[in-house]
């Protein structure tokens, strides 16, 4: 295990969609997400810690430290068992055991964040360990995201297709084609936003330098293993970083966000690529002791 990180961090993500659909909604019929007031389109942090956790699973391979909790196909109580097989007890048993350990419930958080970088860098509720009264049951990460929003208003468009496979043998009897339909977003820029507290990774999940450098690593590269035809063409296309000089930071988060300028070039009317933005960054509302980098 590698040091804990000392600094707080913030980042900004920029991430494009071309003839996709980027996070559709099930309350509207998996229409990409959007706000109805304002028009832009939404891409929920789920999303996209999901891409983050399916690039560190494929890269490490369930490797030592480097498990995902989160997983498809993997009921959560599962790997929760791992923790008690560690101490050598079980649900049953565990409520004596705790009585006469107090200190059961910090190592079984510790051997959760230990083993599991999700949970050492999002945080997890994990419900075993709740509903047997542990208190370790709920841990909050160091590494949390907002929703991701469109620089501009996205408009959805309806793409019918059709396919020459039936789905029965009656049906084909009577066709030879049947139709479907797609939605996806021409074109959206968006922009996600996050943060790390050095503290909370001092305090409680143990996440290091090492852990930070995948996580930079898994952000830029989170579609690049995980393309699809309903998602259309995605890319990561900026990854600003802003190290502070110390545990709890040297300034708000809102002054190094609004520092950050995402706008449509001058002369272009419906953008449909990433050279239509600019990005600016005002180095003069960012405190000296901060240090920013893009890392794309």
């Excluded at 389109?41 to 430290?65: A, Q």
């Excluded at 959560?76 to 059961?104: F, G, I, M, Q």
């Excluded at 709740?130 to 907002?146: E, S, T």
């Excluded at 990774?201 to 995980?226: C, H, P, S, Y």
């Amino acid at each position: 295990m590698g040091e804990v990180i000392k600094n707080r961090y913030e980042f900004i993500i920029l991430f494009d969609v071309e003839n996709g659909n980027p996070n559709g909604d099930p309350d509207a019929g998996n229409l990409p997400r959007i706000d109805p007031e304002s028009g832009l389109g939404i891409v929920t942090d789920v999303c996209l810690k999901r891409k983050i956790r399916n690039y560190v699973e494929t890269v490490k391979e369930e490797g030592e430290r480097y498990k995902i909790y989160i997983k498809e196909d993997v009921p959560l109580n599962c790997s929760d068992k791992l923790a008690y097989e560690h101490l050598n007890t079980d649900s049953a048993n565990v409520r004596e055991l705790k009585k006469t350990h107090p200190e059961v419930e910090i190592k079984i958080r510790d051997f959760m964040c230990r083993n599991f970088f999700d949970i050492r860098t999002f945080g997890a509720v994990m419900t075993t360990f709740v509903k047997d009264k542990l208190n370790c049951g709920q841990v909050r990460g160091p590494v949390q995201m907002g929703f991701a929003r469109s620089i501009d208003p996205i408009v959805s468009q309806e793409v019918t297709i059709t396919r020459i496979a039936i789905t029965t043998e009656k049906d084909a009897q009577n066709k030879v084609t049947e139709m479907g339909r797609k939605n996806i977003v021409p074109y959206a820029l968006y922009r996600a936003e996050g943060y790390i507290s050095a503290n909370l990774a001092r305090k409680v999940t143990g996440f290091d330098n090492e852990d930070l450098e995948l996580l930079w690593e898994a952000v830029m590269n989170m579609f690049e293993i995980d393309h699809s035809a309903a998602r259309g063409k995605m890319a990561v296309r900026e990854l600003i970083v802003f190290q502070h000089s110390k545990e709890l930071g040297d300034c708000p988060a809102y002054k190094l966000f609004d520092a950050v300028e995402v706008k449509r070039k001058e002369g272009v009317v419906y953008a449909r690529q990433y050279m239509d933005y600019s990005v600016t960054i005002h180095q003069e509302q960012i405190p000296d002791t901060v240090t920013v980098s893009r890392k794309i």
